[in-house]
């Protein structure tokens, strides 16, 4: 039986409860890569001294479709069977907003971990290429990337008009995936987990040669359990880089 003591205590538990309910716990986030494709002259080093052109990163809209199994992470975006909820489409934040924060993540986590490289920083790209009156053939550049691949001739005249050898070409899909399972947590109250998910992919030419030397992809991902708070697009964005970047080990050495 209760006692007329037990209630101060029962009212400072309820609160603190209340209160984890409204502020959540931070999410973990979580990241993994892979290398697709690789050169075997692409080795240790092979970029050292040399000038590497970052071109903005491409983001595509994520298509609709079904919910996604909870283990389930999103393939490659530039493949049709990647299905989910686009984060623009549920409220998040805009494409264009997306493209910033991948932009200044890649080029900080460049400058960070390869000294060695001379970085075209992607507004100097779109400056240079519109300079050399190229805007017309990055459009068809942005318009063919994800679907018919890479011109090799249009290549070497970006890299003409950069002066640089070695160009960095990106591009990324932010997707949230709403699982079938649900947790029961207090009473009736019920929420599902929800995976938040950030995957870049990228391709590295050498534009003497005209052929692509490297690919590879980065990914950012947590799990929002229930009462767990959203996380910022940057910490997602900035594990998906990490991720991307540690994949090419040729560099670590740098």
Not at 102 to 119: C, D, P, Q
Request: aromatic share 10%; charged share 15%; proline share 6%.
């Amino acid at each position: 039986m209760r006692t007329r003591s037990d209630f101060p205590l029962l009212l400072v538990l309820s609160l603190l409860f209340a209160s984890f309910l409204l502020t959540g716990c931070a999410p973990k986030i979580r990241g993994w890569s892979q290398e697709a494709f690789r050169t075997p002259d692409f080795k240790n080093g092979a970029l050292a001294g040399q000038k590497l052109a970052l071109f903005p990163v491409i983001v595509l809209q994520a298509p609709a479709g079904k919910v996604a199994p909870e283990s389930a992470i999103p393939s490659a975006p530039y493949t049709p069977s990647s299905t989910g909820i686009s984060l623009d489409q549920q409220g998040g934040q805009p494409q264009e907003v997306h493209r910033v924060i991948l932009n200044e993540m890649l080029l900080s986590s460049f400058y960070n971990r390869y000294s060695a490289i001379e970085v075209m920083t992607p507004g100097q790209v779109l400056k240079a290429l519109n300079d050399s009156g190229l805007t017309e053939n990055y459009q068809e550049f942005l318009h063919d990337f994800n679907r018919i691949g890479q011109n090799g001739i249009l290549i070497k005249k970006f890299g003409a008009a950069l002066g640089c050898r070695y160009l960095f070409l990106s591009q990324a899909v932010v997707t949230e995936y709403k699982t079938d399972a649900s947790y029961t947590i207090v009473w009736t109250f019920a929420r599902k987990s929800i995976l938040n998910v950030v995957k870049i992919s990228a391709q590295i030419w050498d534009c003497q040669t005209e052929k692509q030397i490297w690919e590879g992809s980065g990914v950012g991902y947590n799990h929002l359990a229930p009462y767990e708070g959203a996380p910022l697009m940057e910490n997602m964005a900035g594990k998906a880089v990490e991720s991307l970047l540690g994949a090419i080990t040729p560099l670590r050495d740098m």
